[in-house]
């Protein structure tokens, strides 16, 4: 039976991984292990509290923190109270959080303490310090409590432990009622994604279609009960969060999340959780296999990787087979539209096929390459690569003529990305027509990067291309033409930039030019800059 069919919602996936893995491990952070019988309590306790502090059926509730047992459990207590889950990207600065939690009209955020030497709250707080809003941060007037996932929080601010204790007076049977009562069609999350505009839309996908991909992701990756599921995808990224937490709840696989990525942590929590399953971007990969101290790890527990986002070496693939010994070793496409899965090869596969695709489309959807006019390409010509079925979301958040721009009349969405299909509908990615480029498996957008920017006082015209880069795969070469008798340097630009932008869509590298080239309507000519760059 399909997922979304079984467990009707992701409250309901809860509850049935609850009795059903009861005992086993669910979570393991550090030395707290928490089995699928405590994980269910304890998202129980986070609904019912999420209910004490009005959250009603559709409101929307953010998350801004990295990989925790905390995150796991607040977000799938604000589902299970009904709530639309909008998770907020860890890089982001104050103020491009505070825009999505605008964009969205979030009621409730939960939000990290200290992280990486840097106070999400004190960044807020400057971000959203003016306005006429009576909740604890004035420039947000939709948003009426902050829970500091912490021990402390400021004034006007909660603690997690007083949040989860105004729960204890609420009725059980009013939580599981609430829990109950959320329907699989009902909008289950909003994943924020820049468009070529540069400002950040919010695809809205149901419950049904997180259930239904998630559980044919886990069928095809052979993601099975005992595995153990290293997470070092971000949660605030599909990749983390469905193919990471949903997927691992559907099976009774243990998460073992990871806040930080580190190849050391990474090769350390292989060995002693004796890792199973590790999904994530190619470079996550390469440095294991480049580690120069990974002969003294015990890695022969490894058997699952699932990769993508960027172009996947033949010989990585044959590397983490012939050296690791991963039994299975899979590459897949998607995009937040169309719920983070699109493409993914099969087990069995032949190595060229993994490594030269992204494999074909999942179970019950259309995969189409087309011309610029929308006609069906046969295998072997490039085109725009078009998807049509249950994962295609139900639109951008309250933006109808984004939505129309992106989903045809007959239900196709417009990926946006160039490909070619194969005889047998394997697809490979070969560009992207919005310009994207990937930052160590981090979708970077040009023409956000370029808005920000602009908005330095010495920048008269910007363009940013992505340009190739060893270690990240790719990164941000900027052209800046100077406002007339500026003398702003590469180096000021870059230390700005590192200010005001998370660090991924920082460009390391930047280029001052008198003018930027142009064509006849006015566009600029990216080609000619990823020449000059070349």
């Known amino acids: 039976m399909r997922g979304d069919l079984r467990w009707g919602s992701i409250p309901g996936l809860v509850r049935a991984a609850a009795g059903r893995y009861g005992d086993r491990e669910a979570v393991v952070e550090g030395r707290t292990r928490v089995s699928y019988g405590q994980l269910g309590r304890r998202v129980e306790h986070a609904a019912a509290a999420c209910v004490a502090h009005g959250v009603e059926p559709g409101d929307r509730v953010a998350v801004w923190a990295p990989n925790t047992l905390d995150w796991i459990v607040c977000a799938l207590g604000a589902v299970s109270a009904g709530a639309v889950l909008v998770p907020l990207n860890t890089r982001f600065k104050g103020a491009e959080a505070a825009y999505v939690l605008a964009r969205s009209r979030a009621k409730l955020l939960f939000v990290t303490g200290t992280f990486l030497g840097t106070s999400y709250v004190a960044s ?113 990224h599909t990749f983390g969060y469905k193919a990471g937490i949903i997927a691992c709840l559907t099976r009774g696989a243990t998460m073992v999340p990871q806040p930080v990525f580190s190849v050391d942590t990474v090769l ?107 006609r069906p390409l046969p295998p072997g010509r490039p085109g725009e690569v078009v998807v049509r079925g249950h994962h295609v979301m139900r639109g951008y958040f309250e933006d109808p003529d984004g939505t129309a721009r992106a989903i045809t009349p007959d239900g196709w969405l417009r990926t946006g990305d160039v490909g070619v299909l194969d005889e047998h509908g394997n697809l490979r990615i070969t560009d992207r027509i919005k310009d994207m480029f990937i930052v160590g498996g981090f979708n970077a957008y040009p023409a956000e990067i370029e808005q920000l920017l602009g908005l330095h006082p010495d920048v008269a015209d910007v363009a940013v291309i992505g ?33 005001e932008m998370a660090n991924y869509k920082v460009p390391r590298g930047v280029e001052f030019v008198a003018e930027l080239p142009r064509n006849a309507s006015g566009k600029v000519v990216k080609g000619e800059l990823r020449g000059r760059a070349l």
């Open 124 to 236: 807020l707080r400057r971000a959203a310090a003016d306005g006429t809003g009576s909740g604890p941060l004035p420039g947000l007037p939709h948003l009426e409590q902050v829970v500091v996932l912490a021990d402390d929080a400021p004034q006007d601010f909660r603690t997690w432990k007083e949040f989860l204790a105004d729960g204890d007076g609420v009725d059980a049977a009013r939580v599981r009622a609430r829990a109950e009562s959320v329907d699989g069609s009902a909008p289950s999350d909003i994943i924020f994604t820049s468009g070529t505009t540069g400002r950040p839309k919010g695809a809205v996908i149901t419950h049904a279609q997180t259930l239904r991909c998630y559980d044919v992701w886990s069928e095809l990756a052979g993601l099975r009960e005992g595995d153990r599921y290293l997470i070092v995808n971000p949660f605030f």
């Open 268 to 374: 350390a929590n292989i060995v002693a959780e004796r890792i199973s399953v590790l999904p994530g971007p190619p470079t996550l990969h390469q440095s294991i296999l480049d580690h120069p101290a990974r002969d003294q790890h015990d890695l022969s527990a490894l058997r699952l990787v699932v990769t993508g986002a960027a172009v996947v070496p033949l010989q990585l693939v044959e590397r983490l087979r012939n050296e690791l010994r991963v039994g299975t070793v899979l590459t897949a496409y998607g995009l937040s539209e169309a719920s983070g899965i699109v493409t993914m090869c099969r087990r069995g596969d032949p190595p060229e096929v993994i490594a030269s695709t992204s494999g074909r489309a999942i179970p019950d959807t259309e995969v189409r390459v087309v011309s610029a006019e929308g």
């Open 467 to 499: 340009v190739p880069d060893a270690r990240l795969g790719e990164v941000g070469k900027a052209y800046v033409v100077r406002r007339p008798g500026a003398v702003v340097t590469a180096d000021d630009l870059i230390a700005w930039s590192r200010r």
